[in-house]
């Protein structure tokens, strides 16, 4: 079922911070730490969660700031500033909210997106 | 349910007014009719801080009465309207333009006069008296052509006169009936150190003098002659010899008086007429008058509690006071000149430092009855608080007194003090009520002042309320933490420094050097902040872009469905019929919803991420430039029109701000920041509502600071006057580059500055007499801002790099379909969910 997508070249993701891609009519936003996970290139961490936040019913999560509180790596939405955890969607503020999170690597200088597979263990796949 | 019963005040006073406020508060609101006579021009105001009028305080700040507050409440103010006589057996009160009002509940709060002496010579030209605003615009006047000013009553009254007539730049004696300053509240070795702070000031006192006359002076307008022979020669008498009841109306209708005046009144603060009450001067309370607010305040609030048959009593008031007389604290508490029997005195004296201190104490030294401080009134609260509590003193109570050189602290801790203990008198605010506000959710001195009013009325009690306020927080395990967030264990006031300092350029350097973990939304945009005052480079430059709130990430104003507004700068609201134009164009062409904004410019609304571009190459083709609307830094400067086309204008308002706003745009503050320039004192700009206002008056434009509208609105406070343009602008750069140094994240310049440890005086000392040293950084600071300014709009549309981001979606072109709009009142709007609903079901048929 292992079903990789190319969505972009690694040179248009932004540095430690967030773009939206279209997938399938699912529009996912992919973030990338190159910087702070303090790993360039290939081992940088890179995360894929839905772009639409349910607290502001607005596709806007790529454009959220990312970091990490107590740990876990967050996106915070830039319209009501609610977390998500990045590996498990999981909303900080509302543990009942959960936004999709989706397998994302980068393969060759390509990010690729496998839309059925979700990370494994709450570790993303690199 | 009956009709409503008609209650008539008579006199709009500190003490009427606050009687009108605790009525419309209370329940029994509905069932009564108000009706208030006022005599004077103008609604109640402040007569305590009377003398502020001189240094700047205008009348509007003066007033006690909210805008709108008659109407808000059906209340009938019958203004610069007298009373004149009361029919008892009709209940009829009529005024002197004729109008005949019936009551059913009457209420005197016709206050007091000022006691004139019958000297001959008392009513000639320029004697003048100290009650009400007309009085003091007299004494300005006057003071114009006049030099010396001589105030006869060295009493707390008398003394403020002598500040205002100091404020005015005249010679200025206080002459005195009694051997001494303040003798009501003072002992003779109180008042002699008075005496000597006071002729430091260079005020010049002459006390047990008895003025005999007063005649046509030679140098001057006025000469006093004195019983001892001595003359005085000065232009202006000023009477502040104490004050007189109002009780002519209540004399005229029958109703007891005192031998000496004043309105008799029981505990219920009732005349010898069942339906007539007197409160606050004018009433006499078991042979006393009260001629301060706070026993008035109470003796209203007794009279709304008997209207709602509620037990109330008043039973006296405690005459402690504690105030600032040209700047020497000045305090009294209790039985201060020890008449108690067998009361004992201690006293502490210090002619180096200029500090008197006297305690009187029960004669089995457990009891505080009474004290005075002269020179250092640091210890009133506590002290207050042992005596009005009854309070066990320690075993040596003099240490409360003696100056304490080391660290042990013999203040009383507010935990010592019972909840029933009234924390501010003016409002009568008990430890209680400020606990349970506290618990209530107000953690800031300004939250707690706003909720239960303590500390509002004469100040007196601020350090004791935020002495409660600290303990009942650390109580609830609110440990203060003033780390920024958990990735840095620093205020933003040392990260700056941090910055500064060690040359970072970078957040991931101030992280790998002073933080951990990856940063959050707290840390990135705060720190982003402050490189971007510091160095001034690019907010989307590759090491800064990650750090960026979406606003300033975008160069825009995120709005709820996702898109964005774009707002152009409009220096000082000026804008050519062209510009506006090109303006239109835009915003017809991208189909965006237009809006004027209240800083005196146009938002743009309904953009799309991947049309900002577009719409900036147009609005900078046509001479706009970036408003940072998006940023937290200068947003606008607002300007009335000014001296250039407005009949009173006195100053070129617009020029100024237009100057002002090229000076500082791009400036990236702690929040943002509003300026607003005013060509006169009709304030159209409503520049005292701003962090930073200017009003233009004829000797130079006057400096406002720390003011702002929102959630909290905050009148902004005088800071320099009569100021040329280029020391305005001077005192502009160090304070603002002094906020953006040291305020907190998301720090107004208000919450800045009331928090600061000396509050206004200590920001003039660090900002006008350069008291830290640090003004040259502080301007060579912000004209490395200045210098570096840039376009943010234009950088970004002239490079690729920067412009990648604005896209949807990285992988197609397609914009985003979850933005639907849909038209109200010929404009654009986001769809509501059953709109979008509705247009979904539209494309799917």
Redesign the interface.
Known sequence: MAKWID??SVD??????G?????EGE?VA?FW?P???GAEGPDAKIYAVGN?DPF?????LS?????????Q??V?S??Y?QHYNLQTGVCLEDETVKIPVYAVRIDNGSVQINLSSLPQDGEPAL | MSEKQTVVVIGNGMVGQYFLANLVDSIIKEQYQIVTFCEEPRVAYDRVHLSAFFTGTTVKELSLVEDGFFEHNGITIHLGDKAVTINRVAKTVTSAKGLTITYDKLVLATGSYPFVPPVPGHDRAQCLVYRTIEDLEAIAAAAKTGKVGTVVGGGLLGLEAAKALMDLGLETHVVEFAPRLMAVQLDDAGGAMLRRKIENLGVIVHTGKNTSIITDGEQCVNLMCFADGEQLETDIVLFSAGIRPRDELARDCGLEVGQRGGIIIDNQCRTSDDSIYAIGECALWNGMIYGLVAPGYTMARTVVADLAGNEAGFTGADMSTKLKLMGVDVASIGDAHAKTQGAMVYSYQNGDSEVYKRLVVSQDKKQLLGAVLVGDASGYGTLLQYCLNGIELPAYPDALILPHRSDESVGLGPDALPVSAQICSCYDVTKGAICSAIEGGCMTMGALKAETKAATGCGGCAALLKSVLDSELSKQGFAVNTDLCEHFAYTRQDLHNLIRVEKILTFSELLHKHGKGKGCEICKPTIANILASQWNEHILEKDHLGLQDTNDTFLANMQKDGTYSVVPRITGGEISPDMLIALGQVGKKYQLYTKITGGQRVDLFGARVDQLPHIWKELIDAGFESGHAYGKSLRTVKSCVGSTWCRYGVDDSVGLAIELENRYKGLRSPHKIKFAVSGCTRECAEAQGKDVGIIATENGWNLYVCGNGGMKPRHADLFATGLDKETLIKYIDRFLSFYVRTADRLQRTSVWMENMEGGLDYLKSVVIEDKLGLCDQLEQQMQYVINTYQCEWKTTIEDEAKLKRFRHFINSDQPDDNIVFVEERGQIRPADSDERKHFKLMEIA
Request: charge should be negative; hydrophobic fraction near 45%.
């Open positions: 969505v972009c248009d993701l932004q540095p430690d911070s773009v939206c891609a279209l997938l529009q992919i730490m910087v702070l996970s639409y502001g019913n607005a596709n806007v454009r959220g700031l990312i970091g990490d509180i107590g740990g790596p967050v915070a830039p319209l500033k």
